[in-house]
């Protein structure tokens, strides 16, 4: 069993923190002389020392279990071969790795290994990749002393994401301590004994982690593969290439897997600084979402109200006729933050050429009064790694955990060695780590529940209260649970303000914000902004924003923001990579403004019934891992990529488009060979940059008019799978999440809007209605979400036709 | 993680959790997982099986993953996680070398016969869980031997083995060793 494991691996990684580099051991492996510091196991120095060792069980990141028995090894004096991942090194020792004994003790345990593991390799999804195979390669014999039948184990469906071939498992445990250790839910586990072990869930039970698929990459055999990408392709038919994740602002490394140009399948690449090993579902299994139906094929104009096909010289010409001469107020320019640094900055550079300044990637965002406060981009205050050392930590308006897996991940860390997490969210939520307290209120609460903390801070700190803070400060009297908070940040020596994705879309972020800004400054806290999609660091340094042109300098004529562009429509919009009814704060409002607007031009990969509807040109831009490009991350890490795959049909990377309408136009400085010569240019420009978000509290904040506290409010924090036009795509991700469709409602609420009827059935649906439109839809009891309110996320299909993520709403039988 | 919840416990009898409470008391606080044998066994007296809902319960009281407490349950032969096993008493026959080689195939065919059941069932009017033993029950010396419930009862005969099951009929469930 591997629980005695756990314990001792407990202990010897203890060992391991207070490494004294002074105190180093010396001792000899293959009868050469190597050093390393006390408590390191015998694997960690072969490893890095490039001695190889065979290991199952044995993983770098998670503790030692020695019950695989792969990685014996002799060591001097010890009777019997010792194993490598459970061996500390000691003064004076003598290891062989490749002796007799050694070899012997490696054979024997791949020949109980092999006992009662199929021979199913040519249908294996994991042959070629796989780490008993390879080993088997290497250590197994051609002949076996067991000649009994060999057992056989019942699958478990444990979703749409992983599939189980269980009696392929090695019982390596690598996936249950995965659970435990790193993605903080133990639902994986060896139920029975001995021959009749199994790695399993017990009762059946979706694997419900938005980690989940980093079990199919450690599974050193074919017992956990993608079920998405299974049977499509062998491995060694496939060309892997490096890539960046696409769907949350911490740039995770991934290796992207092509087969015949196509991208079939992502997994997790390395990076220690920023996403360790490990990458989420999302980053994991959106590719699906590349080839979905309706990719567009070729450049297309309406004509008439009719669609029709045309090569790029006729599309690309219309779009100059149409720009050319329009009146540059006109015009209003809304890009994807998940587009590249090189497309967001050339699409900036395009139109400020012909005098257009209304440029926003802030869809979601509505509150803009404090824009000039933000540093050269709103970024993390600190490194990703810095996260791990924190010791109190409050989130404001963040679902970190499904919003950044991988910055959770570190808080994580941090929370398990003892740091004090707090939250400000309109919901309770699920955390995979201890939270002291949620403070969870509704939206319009948010304000208040801040202010509290901040009143707090001041009096803790004796600082003054900022004259331009004096309206929401002044007569406020802070309560016990307010002052514990502010005390609990003020007495941490490395505490965080982290301010996330759910604030910013909030209809008084402004406010947040200073309030996160002071509670920083006089609690000592650094101040951290986690929210934003893959490339908003980049469209901030890119000038995808109507207040600073690129690298932050300043604008002549002030265009107006994404809000406001759809607020106060334009005649000629152009879209990239955009689908307003799901990327923009109010659907409603953003439908209308295109659907009077003369012209719509939309580059993006994808057109879906909407976009038929009110564009007027399209562009085909080539899909995600089809270009090459950079994006930034919250800390400011600059990660380029080539493209991993052809472009779809007629597509073409999204930079080359836009170099090519500059010539269309005569705008200059459009004569770029490669994606790396944009970002060049741009990497001069921004240079280097100091960033701790620190600002001037002064009273550009929104005057938050509360709002009507009697009416339903609705939470519209964006879906999980919802965030992106890549992801919406990506069918097993869908089908993983059914909820986020759903509307959420606590009972209470459920009861006294008399809505008991609709959970009756699942067809029964309710009627959701939002700013004159009504909608239905099914729902679903949540009683983490607060009285008074509705979760229904953005991004998702129904919620396409409603309006602003935060409002009131009513909703009926 | 851990740490006891007893407020949102409704499945769980008071005698139960009475029970668990004071194993969990007899270990340091940090290591209240060991008292989780004790726990299914207080579960196994009360229901002679342990069922998914009542594992979960267990789980949800001593703060553990579910998964952990059904890691525990599938690992030892001494709980039961098959309602057929629910009987008013258990009987294990040990069917190892020692015993083999003394009869023990005639002790289990003798019991197969007396309550009309085969090994792993249990008699229609729940009196008795014939289990399949699969371990050495580690009395050789007095081999053959069977369980009954949580007594030994060594060189068994076809006249011991009946006055024994008489008399757990009768007199309910045997705690003592017989004394003759």
Sequence with gaps: MFHGGYEMSKKISKIEENKVVENMVTFTINDKEHKAAPGSMLIEVTDAADIHIPRFCYHKKLTVAANCRMCLVEVEKAPKPLPACATPVMEGMKVWTKSEKALTAQKDTMEFLLINHPLDCPICDQGGECELQDLSMAFGGSTSSYQELKRVVVDKDIGELVATEMTRCIQCTRCVRFGEEVSGMRELGATGRGDRMEIGTFVEKSIDSELSGNIIDICPVGALTAKPSRYHSRSWEMLQSEGIGSHDSVGSNVRLHTFKNKLVRVIAGENEAINECWISDRDRFSYQGVYAEDRVKSPMIKKNGMWKEVDWSEALEAVANEIKDANPDAVGVLASARATLEEQYLLQKLMRGIGVNNIDHRLRQIDFHDQENTDLFPNLGMSITDIEDTDAVILIGSNVRKEQPMINHRIRKAALKGAKIYTVNPRELAFNYDVVEQCVVTPAEMVNQLILIAKASFTLSKNKIPAGLGDLLKSVRSNKNAKSIAESLANAKNAAVFVGSIAEQHPAYSTLRVLALVIAENTGAKLGFIGGAANTSGAWLAGLIPHRKEAGKPVENMGKNAAEMLNHPKKIYVLMDVELEADSDNPQQALAALNQAECVIAITPYMNKKMLANADIILPSAAYSETSGTFVNIEGTWQSFKAASKSYEDARPAWKILRVLGNHLNVKGFDYVSSRDVRDELKVLCGQSENDNKFEATGTYATHTSFDNKSLQRIGEVGEYACDSLVRRAKALQDSQPEQQKVQLNNKVIKSLGLEAALTSNSHKVQVKQGGVMVEMSMSVNDMIPDGCALIMAGTKSSGLLGSAFGEIEVNL | ?180
């Excluded at chain 2, 890691?71 to 020692?98: G, H, P, Q, R, W």
């Excluded at chain 2, 007396?114 to 289990?131: A, H, V």
């Excluded at chain 2, 419930?149 to 006055?163: G, P, R, S």
């Design chain 2, 1 to 180: 993680m851990a740490g006891v919840n007893k407020k949102t416990n409704t499945i769980l009898s008071k005698h139960e959790c009475d029970d668990i409470d004071s194993w969990i008391a007899r270990f340091p606080e940090e290591r209240s997982q060991s008292a989780l044998l004790a726990a299914l066994r207080a579960v196994m007296h009360e229901d002679h099986y342990l069922s998914t809902e009542k594992m979960d319960a267990v789980a949800e009281y001593m703060g553990l993953p579910k998964i952990a407490v059904y890691e525990v349950a599938s690992f030892y032969s001494m709980y039961e996680l098959d309602k057929k096993a629910a009987a008013k008493n258990s009987i294990s026959v040990c069917t190892n070398v020692s015993c083999m080689l003394n009869g023990s195939d005639e002790v289990v065919e003798h019991i197969e016969e007396r309550l009309g059941i085969k090994m792993g069932e249990s008699t229609p009017d729940g009196q008795f869980f014939f289990k399949i033993e699969e371990e050495c029950l580690a009395a050789c010396c007095g081999a053959p031997m069977m369980q009954l419930n949580h007594v030994y009862h060594e060189n068994l005969t076809k006249e011991k083995i009946d006055a024994l099951l008489d008399s757990v009929k009768t007199n309910g469930i045997l705690h003592k060793k017989e004394t003759s």
